[in-house]
């Protein structure tokens, strides 16, 4: 017979796994200041897990609506389930708006330069007084304290100062950017989960907290193998192209196919058995000297050679599977429009086909799941203060009179 505390427990695991929960951030209402990718990416994955989230732009609107050569896909993919407001905060009245809905909401989120907000009179310490339980969410390029903090922040320069160039190249090569913008979204994901943490804080003790993010400690964990090589070898690193940083795993390398690149990797001597094995090379697998990581490291150029020419004779669809069938990390180098195709992510309904002002284009889900509770689906990103005159209407019983005063002035559009 099962016990009382058996009985509850089964109970809660069936709720746990149940269909049809809400999402875990429903009723969280986020006034979302961000603006390009730090911010909105935080926020976007807010909106996802089921936030009400009130995007809030300048008159200008975010500048990531109006790019050069890569057009506004970025914008359309940040920005979905969003409602947009414009609030002019270089006004009295606009800073006054925006006082009265951080009161109503539980969430603010920015990225501007540090002394922005202080600066218009919307700091963390005036918003505090009108709202003790808001999380105030500040992202920058450096924190708001130390040496840098009054830097100008850029992806460029993050991934320049932060030690992510100096490992990125060819060995002997000049040193090269990451091809992604991988400080702006490694930070937007530290601010999503600084802010649901401070909000699980709030749960237990009912108060409010500003919590910060820096691009440039967002990225300090992709220096950890690269560090740790420096204090064993007490030198700088070279740069190591795709091969691993110390070779701490050979081969570990991308290979030429003959349609294209494909990644291999051999984490474990294992592995490398299994490779030589998906190669037909049994003079490799019983080479003693390279059962050995050492020993393939001594012969890295060897190794890689070998491999590199068996690439060759394939395409990387058939090197693929040999490596799955055998066990073998590998995949193969898709470019942006394949990744932007790929039937997993549309099968698993992460990209989802829309309408946009070029045709069809394929936008992303969130990727964080939550079990029980359906992906929300996509709604478009907003228009430039599309929701303006609903969302004060509802949000601050503003009537249609003091909504045109409001606009006369410049205060809203």
């Given amino acids: 017979m099962h016990s009382d505390a058996q009985l509850m427990a089964n ?64 914008f359309r993919a940040l920005n979905g389930n969003k409602r947009g407001v414009v609030l002019n905060l270089k006004t009295q009245d606009g800073r006054k708006l925006l006082l009265e809905m951080a009161r109503k909401a539980d969430v603010l989120v920015e990225n501007f330069a540090p002394s922005v907000m202080p600066r218009l009179g919307l700091g963390a310490d005036v918003l ?40 990125t190249g060819e060995k002997g090569g000049r040193p090269l950017k990451a091809g ?70 050979v081969p570990f390398d991308t290979f030429e196919a003959n349609d294209g690149w494909i990644a291999i ?37 060897e190794v890689t050679e070998a491999i590199s020419q068996w690439a060759k004779l394939h395409t990387r669809a058939e090197i693929a599977s040999l490596c799955e069938i055998n066990r073998v990390a590998a995949a193969p180098l898709q470019d942006v429009v394949e990744v932007l195709n790929d039937p997993h992510l549309l099968a698993r309904g992460f990209l989802t086909p829309q309408p946009a002002d070029t045709g ?33 209407r509802e949000m601050l019983g503003i009537d249609d009179g003091k909504l045109a005063d409001l606009r006369a002035e410049g205060a809203i559009q």
Wanted: with cysteine.
């Fill in 180 to 249: 992604v913008p991988v400080a702006d979204f490694m930070s937007g994901a530290h601010l999503y989960g600084a802010i649901v943490t401070a909000l699980y804080e709030r749960e237990r003790t009912g108060l409010g907290r500003a919590v910060e993010v820096s691009m440039y400690e967002a990225i300090f964990a992709t220096l950890l193998p690269s560090a740790g090589h420096a204090y064993a070898s007490n030198h700088v690193p070279e740069r190591s192209g795709n091969r691993h940083v110390a070779d701490s795993y």
């Fill in 128 to 167: 505090f007084k009108e709202n003790p339980r808001l999380i105030y969410c500040s992202a920058s390029g450096f924190g708001a304290s130390g040496p840098y903090a009054d830097k100008n922040a850029l992806d460029l320069t993050i991934q320049a100062m932060g030690g992510m160039m100096s490992a």
């Fill in 265 to 301: 990797v051999c984490a474990t001597d294992e592995h490398w058995t299994k490779l030589t094995r998906a190669m037909k090379r049994p003079d490799l697998e019983h080479d003693e000297d390279l059962k050995g990581l050492m020993g393939r490291i001594n012969r890295i150029d």
């Fill in 11 to 74: 109970n809660a695991a069936e709720q746990a796994t149940a269909p049809g929960r809400p999402l875990p951030l429903q009723g969280v209402v986020v006034l979302d200041l961000g603006h390009v990718f730090q911010g909105p990416y935080a926020t976007f994955l807010m909106a996802m897990a089921g936030a009400t989230v009130i995007k809030i732009e300048s008159p200008a609107g975010d500048m990531s609506r109006r790019r050069g050569r890569d057009g506004d896909y970025p």
């Fill in 360 to 392: 069809i284009v394929n936008l992303p889900n969130s990727p964080i799941r939550y079990t029980g509770s359906d992906l929300q689906p996509l709604t478009p990103a907003p228009q430039l203060g599309g929701d303006t005159d609903a969302v004060l």
